[in-house]
């Protein structure tokens, strides 16, 4: 088995910031990916949360993309929606796009104070999950499969890189993700060892 590795492609840069794309993979791993597509200062902690929750497992790779600026807004600056998210603009995420990944999780922020278990994955999983994280974190966490951060659409990433169409995508708010992504990655990744993901 090749070690996984990190590597980096600068996808745009400003006069006072960057955004850059992010690999961690051993070159087939088709197990676990975890991503974090606003990572950096977009919506913060969640890069590190994907990294950390990766780096547990010992078959996971990680996919992010951080952006960081110090006069502008990240988040105005480089906050696609996940749908937006194609291989051409992205060549990291590229050599990843046709793995087929078993379990896809991507983390992203939310403006409330609460977490919403959404993607492609079955009602009964985020149910599962749902009930997990109720128990781990402070904030009131609910399954969602209808909405605006429900994240059912085939065209968002964390569906399309899964191998049956339905990744797990987790809307969390800064206090979960910056406070309590400890506790969230533990419950992750009992769910992960437990194959209930």
């Not at 959404?118 to 599962?128: C, E, Y």
Request: charged share 25%; net charge negative.
């Amino acid at each position: 088995m090749t070690p996984a590795s990190f590597r980096t492609h600068r996808l745009e840069e400003t006069d006072t910031g960057h955004y850059t794309e992010l690999l961690y993979d051993d070159g087939g791993n088709d197990e676990i990916l975890v991503c974090a597509a606003h990572g950096g200062h977009v919506e913060p902690g969640t890069a590190e949360q994907a990294l950390d929750l990766a780096a547990r497992l010992p078959r996971a790779s990680c996919w992010a993309c951080l952006g960081y600026d110090e006069q502008r807004s990240p988040f105005e600056l480089w906050h696609p929606p996940s749908g937006a998210f194609s291989p051409d603009d992205y060549p990291l995420l590229g050599e990843i796009a046709d793995r087929a990944f078993k379990t896809v999780v991507s983390f992203h922020g939310l403006g409330d104070d609460r977490v919403l278990v959404g993607g492609g994955i079955d009602a009964g999983t985020k149910r599962a999950v749902s009930d997990r994280l109720e128990d781990a974190v402070t904030p009131p966490v609910e399954p969602v499969s209808t909405g605006p951060y429900a994240g059912v659409s085939p065209d968002n990433f964390v569906n399309w890189l899964a191998r049956d169409g339905g990744g797990l995508q987790l809307e969390q708010s800064r206090t979960v993700r910056i406070e309590e992504c400890e506790a969230v990655n533990s419950v992750l990744e009992g769910l992960l060892e437990a194959d209930v993901l």
